[in-house]
């Protein structure tokens, strides 16, 4: 009991360095999480998010190479690229934000106060990536949608440059506004810190009436129109995607001579039963892409939307460690959401997947060209 008291104390005082020096103490409740628990979930949430990290780094890094590799013949390549860049830098800040979050990393003689440091390089740097991942999904489900409704005219609306435009356009939205918050909000100083005898960068949050509007303002704007309305989007243009990929696959049932479970009446019509079977995978694809997005999206979505009605629930207020904690779980849901895409495109995409083989297994994939040759393979 005694170590387990020291252990709970030790905590404590860690997490009081991390959360240290913004001028702005956090309120207590007697419902909110007690100080030790808070710190112990932290940390631990913390090192599953830098193991994370490992595979989300790598696996958009490897995204980018791909498309890279494939080329930009193709609209959809350049938003998949930019959603690859934006979760690579979102898999990185998120990282950093679980580092200061370690009691090993604190306890270093830094010339800076990790808590403070990661607030505008964390934790505003993280909500820059993961609202452009957002919008830039809600783009990517725009742009499919529009293939279904326009399929002939399409490819005249949404061309390359159109699309990088629009890409530019939503990271211009969004970086500007949260970038010039942060500097308007903070102020960096460097001062001299008598305990460790040394100076050290400090961070101090600016309190005025005009600030706290203008902060105010922007955490309505980042709830509704950054986080709430891409998840929105994605989720209609994923439902109607999906069912009219249905209603394509069930007409051509009734045209082609196939039965309800996937058998062709006639036998030698095998290249209806493929192009079925291909529109039946394409419509459970996206509805896994929407269903991964929306499950580990809407928490972010939900804490805002409950800070914004419910003012205690604000890092600074009355339950500021239940949103500290809640934040960081939504990082790491967010952060699983970054990291999954590279299995969704190897899975769903022909030539991300030869892309990939050749890639990261060019002996296989010389070895199944080979066979190829000998017996090729029909297209699906």
């Not at 435009?165 to 460097?190: G, R």
Request: one cysteine or more; a positive charge; aromatic letters at 12%.
């Amino acid at each position: 009991m005694e170590v387990l008291e020291v252990s709970n104390k030790e905590r404590s005082e860690n997490l009081s360095s991390v959360l240290g020096g913004l001028q702005e103490p956090i309120a207590t409740s007697f419902y909110d999480i007690p100080l030790w628990l808070y710190s112990l979930l932290m940390e631990y949430i913390s090192y599953a998010m830098i193991a994370v990290s490992v595979f989300g780094m790598t696996s958009n890094i490897l995204i980018i190479v791909i498309y890279i590799k494939i080329g930009f013949s193709e609209s959809i390549n350049i938003s998949y690229c930019a959603l690859g860049l934006s979760d690579a830098l979102q898999v990185t800040f998120i990282t950093w934000n679980a580092i200061c979050f370690l009691p090993s990393f604190t306890r270093l003689n830094l010339p800076f106060i990790p808590g403070e440091v990661v607030v505008p390089t964390g934790g505003a740097s993280t909500d820059i990536f993961c609202q452009t991942t957002a919008w830039i999904t809600a783009w990517i489900s725009v742009e499919r949608c529009l293939c279904v409704v326009y399929p002939f005219k399409v490819k005249a609306f949404v061309t390359r440059r159109r699309t990088l435009l629009a890409i530019i356009t939503i990271s211009f939205f969004i970086i500007v506004p949260l970038v010039s918050l942060n500097m308007v909000l903070y102020v960096v100083e460097f001062t001299f810190d008598i305990s460790r005898n040394r100076t050290i960068l400090r961070l101090f949050r600016r309190n005025t009436t005009i600030i706290n509007r203008v902060n105010d303002s922007y955490f309505i704007y980042k709830a509704l129109f950054l986080n709430l309305l891409p998840l929105l989007v994605v989720l209609v243009c994923a439902v109607y995607l999906a069912s009219q990929l249905k209603l394509s696959a069930i007409w051509r049932l009734g045209h082609s001579g196939i039965t309800g479970n996937g058998t062709p009446l006639d036998k030698d019509n095998k290249t209806a039963k493929r192009k079925y079977n291909k529109d039946m995978r394409i419509a459970k694809t996206v509805l896994l892409i929407a269903i991964t997005y929306i499950f580990l999206g809407t928490l972010s979505v939900q804490r805002l939307m409950v800070a914004m009605i419910w003012s205690d629930f604000r890092p600074l207020s009355t339950y500021g460690k239940w949103y500290r904690f809640t934040s960081r779980l939504a990082f790491l849901l967010l952060q699983a959401n970054s990291s999954v895409n590279f299995v969704i495109y190897y899975k769903m995409g022909t030539k991300f997947r030869q892309t990939a083989d050749q890639l990261l297994c060019p002996k296989k994939f010389k070895k199944f060209e080979q066979t190829s040759r000998v017996s090729p393979i029909k297209p699906e």
